[in-house]
Every structure is written in C-alpha cells, then in structure tokens.
C-alpha cells in the first residue's frame, strides 16, 4: 500500500517539539529490557519500558512484531473496593505524558536502520491484547484479553501514536478501576482508551484498529474530558468493531468536541443504539472535520455512519471530499446531526451519501430544537440519494456508479469497493472552495494523487484512468486481464499478498514456484504484494 502523506494541515494542528531530548528503540524480536533502549543494538523489548523511561517530547521507534500489554492500570480497584486486586486483564500500554511513537520499522533493525526504512505497511507492529493467541472468529476466546489496549491519561496533540494494528482488546464487564483518580471504564475503549479532566486529543496516524468489543462505547477508540477533546486521525481504518451501546468505532465527547478525521475509513463497525462507526457529544457544542473518509458497512439503531449531538449548544459537522454508502439503522442510515436545545447544521462539501438504508430518513437526518439547516447550496458538488439540493449539486437520482458497493442490508461488512468506474458521474466534479482549501488533499484516500484529470472528484477516492493498474514499484511481474490476476514468478519459495483497498487480505499464496500462477478475484481495486518487494495496484473487472 502506498505511504499517504500527511497534509499540511494535521502540521498546523500538530506542534511538534523541535528539542526532543531522546529517541528510544523498542524490538521485541531481539530487544532486552536491560538495555539502555538508545540504540537498535540495545533496544528494550517492551513497549512499556520505553514508554517509562520517556519523558515529554521524547521519540520511541518500535520494530515489527506483535506487542502485548505489559503494566496494569492500578494494582487495587479504586472508588469503593479499593482494596481488591485487579487481574492481568487489566495490563495495557499505559501512556500518561505526551511522546511520539512509530512503529513500522524491519524486524531485523541494526543500528544502520533509519526512518527512510520506516514501512508500516510492510513491517506490521501489532499492539494485541490477546493474550493467550487464541482468539476465534466472532470475537469468541476472549475471556483473557485486555480491557484497554492502551490507555492515554491526560495527552495532547503532542502524544503521537502512527504505525500501528491495535487488536482484540474490550470487554464486557462493567467495573471501573481509578487511575491518578480518572476513572477507566471496562466497558469503554477497547482498542484505545484516552481519559482526561483537561484535555484529551491524541494524534493518531497510520492505524489500523480492528476487531475490538465493548459492552458501552467506542470499542475502537474512546476519547472523554470534561474540557477539551480535539483528536487527529490520518490514515486511520477501523474496521470490524462492536460496541453495546453507543459509538462501534468512536466514541468524542467532551465540552465542545473538534475532532478531525483524514483519508480514513470506518468499515464493518457496530452499535447498538447510536453511532455504528462514530458518535460525538458536545456537553456544549459539537463539531467535527471529515476530509476524505470513507464510512461504509456499519449498523446501529440511529445514524450507522455518524452521529452528532450537542446537549446544550450547537451542532456543526463539516464534511468534505467524503463517501457515506452501505451503512444500515432505524433512522439516518448514513448520517445524523442533532442538537438538543440549540441549531442542527450540516456542512457538506464534494460528498457523497448514497445507498444507505433505514426504515426512517435513509441517507441523512437533521434535527435541532432550535432549527435545522442542512447547508449544500452555499458548498456545491455533492450528492445525496434522492435529495434535490439544487445549485451545482448533483440531481438525487444520480447514480454514483462506485466499482463494487455493497447494499445496506449486508452491514456490518467490511467489503465493498467504493472507487469510481470510468463512467461515474462524479468524477471531476469539484468546484474550489475556499474554506476547503486549508485542508490541501493531496491524495485520495487509496494514496492515489487527489487531482487526476481536470479537477478533483466527488467523495473519497479519485479516479485515476481506464485501467487502474499502476506498477508502484520495479517490476513486471503482475497483471490482469478480466477477472484473472496473472503473477509471473521468478524464483521458487515466493510468496504472494493481495489486499483489498481498506486492507483485507483476500489473498495469500507461499511456496509459489517460478512459472505464471492464475487468480480468479471479484470485481475490485487491489494492492498486490509479491515477495514483499514488488507492489502492484491492479483492477479486476
């Protein structure tokens, strides 16, 4: 998969300090933690004693592997057990200071090892709370597992986390144990839990966050404060998570929640009351930045998409360059906005929202006490399924044309291909608008340059020519032709990886022999991976 670079305005948003005092090195294929951790050649081999021996503005680098859980919460319950002991399930990766921490990089770091050899993708760093490593299908064998993968206590958006799979964590217990007296609830945050009476806003780039489950909210990603909560995520999938109640992915709240959210996908999440993939609450306002997100797949009872509410003021999420299609509730399929006692406003620039399903309000629902105002006239170019916007916006009955949408009633899946056939009618569509251009996308979000053609194109992916393959690395190796994925091998003992554009391996073939193997493959756009050195993009079709 490609590396996306990351947009001029996530560094506007992101400070980052100039004087870190020490970068340290974590492996735990070779790593010891009675090293000094300053180098690759005495690395640490757990995370958490990297994390320890940080200080505020430090850098820790971490090598391929899987990482488990290492520190408790608390030793004792708080509140009013404070005598009982807490279990290894309460182990996590506990981050209560603001570093900067990058997996992705080679099993085999030596000391010669740069951030130039830096490849998440490739070098996958997995953050598990599986312990035993014996986790089933549909989240079964999970009685030992973490609560919280990872805990973050009081960060800012100096607190850096990028290059990682975060995996298996959650629970459905319902205690809560006290840390430095916030309270951590077990039935929150699987994969990250970020507490705070001040400020909660970690910036998280480059992850991965899959198969997490929770009794209440945000099995993903769990973000609270009493004050401020402003979140970054760029490159971020979360895919294939289940929460009880509110938020499947994500959980915001906070006095008047910002969160912004680019080129990222929200796929196969759950809920069962609001929120399938995201759910933020202002105690006052809400507000909330999506730049070229995909929200496809997901289900709860009211907005499987999105939900907003403001309890006390307004509600105004902005959304640009975004696709919200496939998702399945009760009422507002892909989307809800709603404010309790102040406006409902929603902004929608380049987006489109098609084939979601409801029994109430399909595609979209905006409802504020105090007056609702879904804006699209003043932000041309988008299309909602069977809305007639007006102005420059497409007609409602328009038809996307994606390469492979799933329908709605198929949620929670993470399948579907939503890139745009050659003949869509969304393909450059978009009119310059200047509140958008401080974002500056510069790839879609398959890492795909944003502008291919006149402009750029309506939703989250851009069209890139009649054929969609496009060798990203040397070679010769992979082509297709129909359905059929052809792979001329070389040398015997290759090995093959197909991956679908949200990361799904559909695909993995060892021990190939030299000779042209054949593939058949549905209809999709696919990142194919021979060897581990040659990278294709290929389309079946």
């Not at 930045?289 to 009211?302: K, P, T």
């Not at 994606?402 to 003949?423: C, S």
């Amino acid at each position: 998969m490609k590396e996306k670079t990351v947009l001029s305005v996530l560094f506007s948003l992101v400070i980052f300090t100039l004087s870190a005092q020490k970068t340290y090195y974590v492996n735990i294929n070779s790593g010891n933690d009675s090293n000094t951790g300053l180098k690759w050649s005495s690395a640490f081999q757990n995370l958490q004693k990297a994390i320890d021996a940080a200080e505020e503005g430090d850098i820790i680098n971490v090598a391929a592997g899987k990482y488990l859980p290492t520190r408790k919460i608390t030793e004792t319950y708080g509140g009013t057990l404070p005598e009982t002991p807490t279990g290894d399930r309460h182990k996590t990766f506990l981050f209560n200071k603001d570093v900067k921490v990058f997996g992705g990089y080679p099993a085999n770091a030596t000391d010669l090892t740069t951030s130039s050899d830096r490849n998440w993708t490739d070098n996958e760093t997995i953050l598990s709370g599986d312990f035993n490593n014996d986790d089933g299908a549909d989240f079964t064998n999970r009685e030992e597992n973490a609560l919280h993968i990872i805990v973050m206590k009081d960060v800012t958006r100096q607190m850096i986390l990028d290059g990682f799979t975060v995996t298996n964590g959650g629970s459905t217990d319902s205690a809560t144990v006290y840390y430095e007296n916030a309270p951590i609830l077990h039935s929150c945050g699987g994969g990250i839990h970020a507490i705070s009476n001040t400020e909660s806003s970690p910036s998280l780039f480059n992850l991965i966050v899959k198969n997490n489950k929770v009794s209440l909210d945000g099995a993903a990603f769990y973000s609270y404060s009493n004050d401020k909560t402003g979140p970054i995520l760029f490159n971020v999938q979360m895919l294939n998570n289940v929460s009880g109640e509110y938020g499947g992915a994500i959980y915001i709240r906070g006095n008047s929640p910002e969160p912004h959210i680019t080129n990222s996908i929200f796929a196969g999440n759950s809920a069962l009351v609001q929120g399938g993939a995201i759910l933020c609450v202002g105690n006052n306002n809400a507000y909330a930045w999506l730049y070229g997100v995909l929200l496809s797949g997901n289900q709860a009872e009211n907005g499987a998409g999105a939900y907003f509410i403001a309890l006390e003021g307004n509600t105004r999420p902005f959304l640009f360059n975004t696709t919200i299609s496939g998702n399945k509730a009760e009422k507002g399929g892909g989307i809800v906005v709603n404010s309790s006692v102040g406006e409902a406003n929603l902004v929608l620039t380049n987006t489109v929202i098609w084939g979601n399903d409801a029994g109430q309000y399909p595609n979209i629902y905006v409802n504020g006490l105090k007056g609702s105002n879904p804006v699209y006239t003043s932000y041309d170019n988008s299309l909602i399924e069977e809305e007639e916007l007006g102005g420059s916006n497409l007609s409602g009955i328009t038809k996307p044309l994606f390469i492979n949408p799933v329908e709605a009633q198929a949620a929670p899946t993470i399948a579907g291909d939503y890139q745009l056939q050659e003949n869509s009618p969304l393909i450059d569509m978009e009119t310059i608008i200047s509140d958008a251009t401080d974002n500056d996308l510069t790839v879609d979000l398959a890492g795909n340059p944003r502008v291919f053609g006149s402009t750029t194109d309506i939703g989250a992916y851009e069209y890139q020519g009649t054929t969609g393959n496009e060798v990203i690395n040397s070679g010769q190796s992979v082509w297709s032709s129909g359905e059929t994925l052809f792979v001329s091998v070389k040398s015997d003992n290759s090995t093959l990886k197909v991956h679908s554009m949200n990361g799904q391996l559909v695909q993995q073939s060892n021990n190939l022999t030299v000779g042209t193997h054949e593939f058949v493959l549905p209809n999709g756009l696919y990142i194919v991976t021979l060897n581990e050195k040659e990278h294709y993009k290929i389309l079946i079709k």
